[in-house]
């Protein structure tokens, strides 16, 4: 016989399947012999390969196989592997044939050998074998040996020396973590020269896969990841996980099920394995379960509460046994599952002792600072001082993070332990700012008591600063102004002092949030506007010496104050874009710098400038986490979108900015996402996007008081003048203008409300009325310069004056939007000018300013301009296409004009003086359309144009909205 194969030939990988062991048979049938050990730590997969083994053996006709598998009961019994390997050893082939008469096997023959010589009770053990082989070629696998008793390691031994004069495969598995009854007896066994040693490792990925199917129904990539995440791939823990895994609670996918599994198998087999090898080995894998990530092995010694020298000899036990990973990062227990597993079958009594051992072990080193206080997060209070700082140091770093949620939590355990009084407002202060957005009416209750308990007259003025922004964010902005201009008089600290400068502008700011504070901080600055309305301007707060963030803050107000009072636009944009060189910062408790920041930005026509900033406000707070200045960011970015003709991109950061808000109580800064909302139904012609929300039907005396909000009372009332509620639109219009005055804003860039009130003035025959709110609008727009702006101001009186003076201020307002930065405002003067054109008979003029309008309305997406555009080109002669697919109707352009205001619901006498079409014309044209449509009569009408790619572009009933639309807007 022969050995075959390298002397000491090693073998590394994943179990391997049947064809992987079925190769280690061949050459048996040829009288080869080969010696195969398998080791590795628990769960490896050793018995896995010892099955398989064995399964393909006995496929294969000719072979014996024996399997025997080893325990701790055989551990102290003399010869208790042997008996089992006579119990699983195949019978001679020949059943006739008399044994050999050394191979008797009962009872008395054990009683009688074993007063013998040991040696020779192993020759005539290998007899038996060596008769049983000459039958045929055997398969002999032992698992687990170093369980084996010493006598049946002694005949193993024996057996491997003589293994090259059988037909025999010997497959013996083997954990080197694990001792022996006789170690030195194992090793003759499994460090035999002529062995092929094979190490099971981890699984790979589609191994796990393949496991996953045979659990489970699907092997998503998720579950196969998570699988391979938490076991490391050791595959009796994937079988374990697979076996003991949850379902998936209500939100939860299965990959979040199976990080979170912990099998109780698992635990009882780690610490009972532990525990074979001594009880400071089974206390320190429970200790150190508690740990979440690697600590130091210095301060995983000190964990387990034992000397150096035990404490090191213990975790080099875990480690041997593969329970702790001891690496450059530190000492943990891993896999994860394992952890986990082990973890919950701690006490509470353990657990709180393990926390908070582990708490005060990790407070130590300051990178380890959070991992500390989450300890502590598991546990209940015990009235610690010492606990309470490390909650609340935690908490300070995760509000630095922007990690507001997480600094909370914290900071509510802080005040549970509790800290030491003179801690407490600290703790109170630091809680309410981590519930700034996220819960303000808490944040208001926590620092005023913070308030009360303040030490220095710092602290107080700042405290106070974050409780008046906490009453701003919940409505309550005159409580806010009251408590923060209260403190200012009181405030011991020099004028110079940042938190006065900051405090200042916060005051700045309060004042434009509610009309009666205006009208106690604001000074006339004249009378004017409808029904005497009158204006007042903000304060300008002072310079300030100090180049800090109360600087940047006051810089700020200074420039919303310049704005609002229609300071030249040139002169405050260089002054901003100097202050955005040195790093805007949108995550500073107040948003409002730059906010106004990027505010000012888009009233002055830098779109670029304000994307930028708004953008990268959005960005950086949902980083921080700081979802009320994301949310603020998100709709100012719509609104630069509507201004750039970027409809579909404003609709969808108004949504997201809408969803932000659902279920928050922010209350009156809700008003945002409704500005642009009644932007994009005012140029698409649908009714407000859900964004609106309340402020779609809400009464304006009752809008909240904010100027936030009178920007969307000014953006109704547009809407409804558009939508044919004239009355209704003007009063939100002059409504909205009283309070934007009453705060001292009098750009039209914000809200070009004068001009639309004009418009309907002019709709309800007030033409005295409307035209000195058309002249001071265009006179506001020159004095702030920007070209938008002005363009609407001009185009609007255009449309007032008529004739030539008209046109030539429709002229100049096309000048001001050569540069192409506002499609919208573009198409809508040249509309104007068409319109123009048409009444003075100039039909070819008309049909080119029309033309382009009606491109750039559609490539907007302006459903609703484009409608108006199409009815005034097919009056001068032109052919729009459809704007669906099919057949043009036919109609001749007159025809179409009629049908078209018709199906939109005016009278015959509407229609006729909006053409300039005698009554009877009108009825000529109506009676030819519906003969050539094939209908009967006029509600017929919205239906047959829907089949031409036709719709009512007004969307009401009745001729209101199309009336309105004809008198403001017809040429005098």
């Known amino acids: 016989m022969s050995a075959e194969g390298a002397e000491g030939a090693r073998t590394r990988g994943t179990v391997p399947g049947p064809g992987g062991t079925g190769k280690l048979l061949d050459g048996l049938e040829g009288g080869r012999s080969r010696l195969v050990t398998v080791e590795g730590g628990a769960g490896c997969g050793r018995s896995t390969v010892l099955d398989r083994l064995v399964a393909s053996a006995v496929e294969r006709d000719g072979l014996g196989t024996a399997l025997v598998r080893c325990g701790r009961e055989e551990a102290s019994s003399d010869w208790g592997v042997v008996r089992q390997l006579l119990d699983a050893l195949p019978g001679p082939v020949d059943p006739s044939r008399a044994p050999h008469r050394l191979a008797l096997r009962d009872e008395n023959w054990f009683a009688a050998v074993r007063e013998n010589d040991p040696w020779e009770i192993c020759q005539r053990l290998y007899w038996l074998l060596a008769e049983r082989a000459a039958e045929r070629p055997l398969v002999l696998a032992f698992d687990d040996v170093h369980w084996c008793d010493a006598r049946s390691l002694r005949f193993l031994g024996h057996l491997v020396r003589r293994l090259h004069q059988l037909p025999v495969l010997l497959a013996v598995s083997v954990d080197p973590a694990e001792r022996s009854a006789a170690d030195e007896l194992l090793a003759d066994v499994v460090n035999a020269p002529q062995r092929l040693c094979w190490s099971p490792g981890p699984l790979g990925r589609s191994d796990v896969a393949a496991l996953v199917r045979r659990f489970r129904d699907d092997d998503g990539d998720a579950v196969v990841d998570a699988c391979l995440d938490v076991t490391a791939g050791v595959p009796g823990l994937v079988a374990e996980v697979l076996r003991a895994l949850p379902r998936a609670t209500a939100g939860e996918t299965p990959a979040e099920a199976v990080r979170r599994c912990a099998p109780p198998a698992v635990a009882t087999a780690a610490l009972s394995r532990a525990a074979r090898h001594g009880a400071d080995a089974a206390h320190g894998l429970r200790v150190l379960s508690v740990l979440r990530s690697p600590v130091p092995a210095r301060q995983a010694a000190r964990l387990l509460d034992l000397g150096p020298a035990e404490a090191a000899d213990t975790l080099a036990l875990l480690e041997r046994l593969g329970y702790v990973s001891v690496g450059p990062e530190g000492v943990l227990v891993a896999p994860e599952v394992l952890r986990r597993a082990v973890g919950q079958r701690l006490s509470p009594s353990e657990r709180h002792r393990a926390e908070s051992l582990a708490a005060g072990v990790l407070a130590g080193r300051p990178e380890a600072l959070n991992e500390a206080a989450g300890h502590l997060l598991a546990v209940l209070p015990e009235g610690d001082a010492g606990h309470a700082e490390i909650l609340q140091a935690s908490g300070r770093r995760m509000l630095a993070a922007g990690r507001y949620p997480d600094a909370a939590r914290l900071l509510r355990r802080a005040l549970e332990e509790p800290p030491a009084d003179d801690r407490r407002a600290e703790v109170l202060a630091d809680l309410g700012l981590a519930e700034l957005y996220r819960d ?29 922004h906490a009453l701003a964010i919940t409505g309550e902005a005159a409580e806010a102004h009251r408590v923060l201009s209260s403190e200012l008089e009181r405030t011991p600290l020099r004028s110079s002092h ?51 963030r109360a600087v940047r803050l006051s810089r700020a107000s200074r420039a919303l104050a310049g704005a609002f009072a229609c300071r030249p636009s040139g002169e405050l944009v260089e002054g901003i874009h100097e202050a955005l060189s040195s790093g805007p910062e949108p995550t500073d408790e107040s948003s409002m710098g730059w906010l106004a920041i990027g505010s000012i930005l888009l009233w002055a026509d830098d779109l670029t400038a304000a994307e930028r900033v708004f953008g990268r406000a959005a960005e950086e707070a949902e980083r921080w986490n700081a979802p009320l200045p994301r949310y603020t960011a998100l709709w100012l970015h719509g609104l630069v979108c509507v201004n750039a003709g970027r409809l579909d991109e404003a609709g969808a950061l108004t949504a997201t900015a809408a969803g932000l808000a659902r279920a928050r109580p922010w209350d009156v800064w809700r008003a945002g996402p409704a500005v642009v909302a009644m932007r994009l139904a005012e140029e698409r012609g649908s009714g407000p996007a859900p964004a609106a929300g309340p402020f779609a039907d809400e009464p304006g005396g009752d809008f909240p008081r904010l100027w936030v909000a009178d920007l969307a009372l000014a953006g109704r009332g547009r809407l409804r003048v558009v939508e044919g509620d004239t009355s209704g639109g003007l009063a939100d219009l002059l409504e909205a203008g009283r309070r934007l005055t009453g705060i001292g804003c009098l750009n039209p860039a914000m809200s070009a409300w004068r001009s639309a009130a004009a418009l309907a003035l002019a709709g309800l025959g007030r033409a005295d009325e409307a035209r000195p709110l058309a002249e001071e609008e265009v006179r506001l727009a020159r004095a702030w310069g920007a070209p938008r702006a002005l363009s609407v101001a001009l185009r609007r009186r255009g449309v007032l004056r008529g004739g030539d003076q008209g046109l030539k201020d429709i002229g100049e307002a096309l000048s001001l939007l050569a540069d192409g930065r506002f499609p919208l405002e573009s198409a809508r003067a040249l509309l104007a000018r068409g319109r123009l054109h048409r ?134």
């Open 498 to 548: 940042e938190l006065i400068r900051r405090a200042s502008a916060e005051l700045f700011f309060l004042a434009l949030s509610d009309d009666d504070i205006a009208r106690v901080r604001h000074r006339p600055a004249g009378e004017g506007g409808p029904g005497g309305v009158r204006r007042r301007k903000p304060p300008v707060p002072e310079e300030p010496p100090l180049p800090a």
């Open 440 to 468: 303000p009416r808490s944040a208001t209750g926590h620092l005023r008591s913070a308030v009360a308990g303040a030490l220095s007259p710092e602290e107080r003025l700042l405290w106070k600063m974050r409780l008046a």
């Open 839 to 972: 009444s003075r008979r100039a039909h070819e003029p008309a049909r080119d300013a029309l033309t382009e309008a009606y491109r750039l309305a559609g490539k907007c997406g302006a459903e609703r301009l484009s409608g108006r555009v199409r009815e005034e080109l097919l009056a001068v002669g032109g052919r729009p296409r459809v704007s669906r697919p099919g057949d043009s109707p036919p109609l001749a352009p007159g025809e179409w004009r009629v049908a078209r205001l018709a199906a939109n619901g005016a009278t015959n006498q509407e229609i006729a003086g909006h053409l300039y079409l005698a009554r009877r014309t009108v009825e000529a044209h109506l009676t030819s359309v519906y003969r050539k449509l094939g209908i009967r009569g006029r509600s017929q009408l919205p239906k047959a144009l829907e089949r031409f790619g036709e719709v009512p572009v007004d969307g009401g009933d009745g001729a209101a909205p199309m009336v309105t639309e004809i008198v403001a807007e017809r040429p005098r």
